[in-house]
């Protein structure tokens, strides 16, 4: 795989201000700002340019939840002025405009059609919008640029560790072999997970435990409830919850709490052949003895 050169540039040198970010040879342009520096923006070339853009901010009513909101501007500026004045919730603000002015109205709106799908397929955020934006016809070839468009924001996005797009659920496990699955076994429930681009992935037709342990914190019961709602994990008759589809964690320890309904230690719950991941993380980076003269 051919690497990719992303600039992150920090508009007021501040890591918490504005940034802007731009994949080399392509025209794409991310503007990524809080919500009180949208008069910063405003002086901006993209803000007057057409786009796509994402409000994201905390829900005070439910812990760890955030809310989004997607939409599209030609040019962006307006549609953000009027958001600030009747949507409260956002705090940040994810916009992605073409640096050559090029990206058309009917493209835009695909691309905001398009953000919204994966979003809600993806169950990260609670939506704002009112009504589910639609896929407008274009052009075969107006749907290959606009589909190169979108990869771009998902690397973007990735690259920033904003997960609001990435899927729960996994379609990469084919060829996995015995030697790279880790199992885990809790009460009458027992799981298995593959270590795919650096994402921990739970399998298809593993188990978990069936109630989350009192001591489980908030942000473990909304994971569970967001994977039961993705219709992931789901009942079964043996009075656990199965996975009906790989899904993907950020980390062993989220992969294992959702198994165990509490906080864990996924590197030393997760065991292939008797070892932790710990245990063979060691091994692996196990230093060599130095040479004595």
Known sequence: MSGKLIRLFLVDGKPEGMKTVEISNMTILG???????????????AASRPGVYML???????ANQSILYIGEGDPVLPRLKSHAGKKDFWTYAIVFTSKDDYLTKTQIKYL???IYTLAKTAHRAKLDNTQEPTHPNISEVDRAEVNHFMVAIKLILSALGI????PRTSNETIGITDREIYE???KNAKAQMAIIDNKYVVLKGSTAVAKERKSAPPSIIKLRQDL???EIMVPNDEGTFIFQKDAN??????????IVGGSANGQIMWKFNGKSLKELEREK???????ED
Do not use: H
């Open 112 to 114: 905001e059609a398009e």
């Open 31 to 45: 503007t990524i700002f809080p919500r009180t520096a949208l008069d910063m923006f405003s002086k901006r070339d």
């Open 285 to 291: 980076n196990k230093e060599e003895e130095p040479i």
């Open 56 to 62: 994201l901010g905390p829900d005070v009513n439910e």
């Open 184 to 186: 885990l076994t809790v």
């Open 249 to 258: 964690f950020n980390s062993p320890s989220y992969a294992a709490a959702a």
């Open 163 to 166: 997960d609001i797009l990435e």
């Open 228 to 230: 039961i709602d993705a």
